[in-house]
């Protein structure tokens, strides 16, 4: 459904060739990359954090795809400078989110939701929110279409989902840096299952 949301845009008419290339080849890329995970995804489960954190990036970029495909071949923009506000839009939510993630991890609000204390969560609303009206400031600038105004929001708030979804590549790096701290929490950690069903064979 992820992908659909992204993809049925871009390959709906008027088609365009060259925006189907360019979302059609990473998603291929992480549709293979996940095959690893159906073989085995207990063995694989440290890389999976990272494999998460590309894919919400890759889902992330075939919406930017997608909104800079309504832009272009439905309202009919020209010229480089919307293609210029989409990217810097785009890299500037990415790169908020994970700002965000290592705020939120080093000034202890991970650990304030897990006690279930109030949390300062407004800079995280402020981002997102800042996302969905440049998008829709851009979709304005070029047209007076309400249904692609809406398309593209919806587009864009979906992608602050996604792009959360980024902040697992940072989990990645923290795991592989503390893996004997995680493993006294979670010993089977990485393990297959066979070698996961074995140690609480032995433990009963």
Known sequence: MIYLLGILPIISVPFSFPFFIAAIIPVAIIQIWAIIYLIDPYKYEKSYYLYFGVFGVVNTYVYFIAIQKFIYFNMGATGYMPFIIGIVLFLALIFAVNWMNWKALNSGTYHKLQQKTSLPVSWIAIGGLGYVLGQIILSFIYSDSALYILLIVGLSIVSLFT???????????????????????????????????????KTK
Request: glycine fraction near 2%; include cysteine.
């Open 163 to 201: 792009a959360f979804c980024s902040i697992n590549i940072h989990k990645y790096f923290f795991i592989s840096k503390n893996m004997d701290l995680v493993k006294q929490v979670y010993p089977e950690f990485g393990l297959p299952l066979s070698e996961r069903y074995t140690k609480r064979k």
